[in-house]
Nanobody
């Protein structure tokens, strides 16, 4: 059965960096668009970015543009989120998601509407 497990969340200081990972079991990810969401306390879920099946095309939300990098290692069946120059407003639970329709592509912000979250998320806290 499909299972996604996010990891790597931690307490970091403003300006710091963190690398999150999403490991999959029960499915091979290389034919699916993947993405990351985040949800801060009391706020609605926000799309962070998406990556196409091959890893050759990405899309980022406004919050992470220029600071965050999505990558994937299909050989390891994982998707990653590298976050740099972290700000307190980046504090949130971060979730990875999958578009269950295979062989699709990233198409701007439309990618988020198709993602289904299967993991429990990992908490990132940015504070001094």
């Amino acid at each position: 059965q499909l299972k996604l497990v996010e990891s790597g969340g931690d307490l970091v200081q403003p300006g710091g960096s963190l690398r999150l990972s999403c490991a999959a079991s029960g499915v091979t990810l290389d034919i699916y668009v993947m993405g990351w969401f985040r949800q801060a306390p009391g706020k609605e879920r926000e799309g962070v970015g998406c990556i196409n099946p091959s890893g050759g095309s990405t899309y980022y939300g406004d919050s992470g543009e220029g600071r965050f990098t999505i990558s994937r290692d299909n050989a390891k069946n994982t998707v990653n989120l590298e976050m740099n120059s972290l700000k307190p407003e980046d504090t949130a639970v971060y979730y990875c998601g999958l578009n269950p329709q295979p062989y699709t592509r990233v198409a701007g912000s439309d990618c988020y509407r198709y993602l289904e979250v299967w993991g429990q998320g990992t908490l990132v806290t940015v504070s001094s």
